[in-house]
């Protein structure tokens, strides 16, 4: 198992392997899954509950910490219904909990820059990561010995416009250099779209 | 609460995609997908967060040159990360010097308030002394209260001149470039720290402003142009105009100095596969402080802009 050492240099660095330190991890966990395929119904609801942990000298003193991708409950649902012979909506759910990461529990100011002084490695969470897509598709008639068949598909992406974080930064304020706050970077909100799907 | 968002990226109000599925191709058939959709690239919004307090450390920084004038040395004190007031300061201390056979004692500028500690004004370091700082503090942080601290003092190559440039097409208003000339010595790996004025105004007064190079593309040549500060046109405080004297300052620093800013700089920035997980910033206290006491030694050229 690697990881990155403290203050690794990751951009434009011809020498990675240097920035990289060596121990143990391991992982547990259990899987969930329930299925349904009928003819008019199909969808799945899965749960999957698990542990990743690291523990390598160098980085965070030698104490255990969740490895950046540990996701103890994951969660996913998802249905698709044919209503009609030409028409089909489906719908999936998607939950996990927030990825670990280091935040600043103090600070100390020098030179005129206030600096983090961070928690233990990934000793926090961001917040848990859910969303919801919709879509409706509608297709052309099928006929005897036609070369070609289309569909229309009306699909919303992120049905309400969760903020999921990708990652968070702390700033000093420009005007007021004594304040400091955190930024959140999300990358998508609601994504309507439209596709036409056309088979020849 | 409703949350202000900026986002940027681009905004495409169609895009043509071409599938070509194994499964389809082997029925030699093509699908071909129109998708129209809106994509925005990131969004960026303040959030409110609750971290927890961690102990209290001890925070130096100060240093010594080979000018003649006071050494300083201001100590505060850590806070939560949301205190969002000026830093603690630590008061009553005793602060003293020592170049291995002579003491120094640094006074409280205004005792009991200020938490800044200076030596005399007739103070100067000498090129390659070794400088230990001591700190005996009158109330403990976390249990401490002796802090020492060491820094040998690096020497400088003598400027030989600087020049300052204007690049008109480089960013949206142009970039001013500070050149240095010099002889750079070969015999070590040196490590530099830039400072400039403009007309006797200390511009880089804040230590993410000051520029920061090493002698890895340099080693043992003669210096000639390379460019020691960028200075953007786009902001108006540091702007240059014709007439404007620039003062440029070069400090031989040590390595550990070095990475020390380079660290302060980067830290509080995390953009996922470009940084590395974020980590506390290495100085060079002891007993658990944070910061930095540093020595260097210096080398003057000045210009006019024309």
């Known amino acids: ?200 | 609460m409703p949350r202000k968002s900026t986002c940027s990226g681009s905004f495409l109000p169609s895009r043509l995609t071409f599938i070509f599925d194994e499964y389809e191709m082997m029925n030699r058939r093509i699908s071909y997908l129109i998708i129209l959709g809106i994509t925005a690239a990131s969004c960026t919004e303040r959030i409110d967060l609750t971290l927890d307090e961690t102990y209290t450390r001890l925070v130096v920084d100060g240093g010594i040159s080979n000018d003649t004038g006071t050494c300083q040395v201001a100590l505060t004190k850590t806070a939560d990360y949301f205190y969002n007031e000026p830093a603690p300061r630590v008061v009553n201390a005793t602060v003293t010097l020592s170049d291995g056979i002579t003491n120094f004692t640094l006074h409280e500028t205004d005792p009991g308030r200020s938490g800044l500690y200076q030596t005399d004004s007739n103070f100067y370091g000498t090129t390659g002394q070794e400088y230990t700082l001591d700190i005996s503090l009158d109330q403990p942080i976390d249990n401490q209260s002796g802090y020492t601290s060491s820094c040998r003092l690096m020497s400088v190559p003598r400027l030989d001149s600087i020049q300052v440039t204007f690049q008109s097409q480089w960013g949206p208003d142009g970039i001013w470039e500070i050149k240095v000339f010099a002889q750079e010595p070969g015999d070590e790996v040196n490590y530099y720290m830039f400072h400039y004025y403009r007309n006797d105004t200390l511009m880089t007064d804040s230590i993410w402003k000051i520029s920061i190079s090493d002698d890895k593309y340099i080693n043992g040549s003669y210096i000639s142009g390379l460019t020691a500060v960028y200075i953007n046109d786009e902001n108006p405080w540091e702007t240059l105009h014709p007439g404007d004297r620039v003062t440029l300052k070069m400090s031989g620093i040590t390595k550990e100095y070095y990475d020390f800013i380079y660290q302060v700089q980067l830290s509080g920035f995390n953009i996922p596969f470009f940084t590395g997980p974020p980590a506390n910033v290495q100085g060079n206290i002891s007993n658990g402080g944070i910061g930095f006491f540093t020595a260097y030694s210096n080398s003057w050229g000045s210009t006019l802009v024309k």
């Open chain 1, 1 to 200: 198992m690697i990881d990155f050492k403290d203050f690794a240099e990751l951009l434009l660095n011809e020498k990675l392997e240097g920035e990289i330190r060596e121990g143990k991890g391991w992982s547990y966990g259990a899987e969930f899954l329930v299925r349904i395929t009928e003819k008019k119904f199909g969808g799945w609801i899965s749960y999957t509950l698990s542990k990743s942990m690291r523990k390598i000298p160098e980085i965070n003193n030698g104490n255990p910490y969740p490895a950046p991708y540990d996701k103890p409950h994951n969660i996913a649902i998802v249905g698709n219904y044919q209503f009609h012979p030409r028409w089909s909506v489906s719908a999936d759910w998607v939950y996990a909990t927030g990825n670990p990461v280091t935040f600043p529990t103090g600070r100390a100011e020098i030179g005129g820059k206030v600096i983090p002084i961070y928690s233990d490695r990934n000793a926090y969470r961001y917040q848990d990561y859910h969303r919801l897509d919709l879509s409706v598709t509608f297709y052309s008639k099928q006929k005897e010995g036609q070369k070609f068949n289309w569909d229309i598909n009306v699909s919303v992406y992120n049905v309400y416009n969760r903020h999921n974080t990708w990652s968070i930064n702390f700033v000093q304020d420009n005007e007021n250099p004594n304040i400091t706050y955190a930024e959140k970077i999300y990358l998508f909100g609601i994504v309507p779209s439209v596709t036409f799907n056309f088979h020849f």
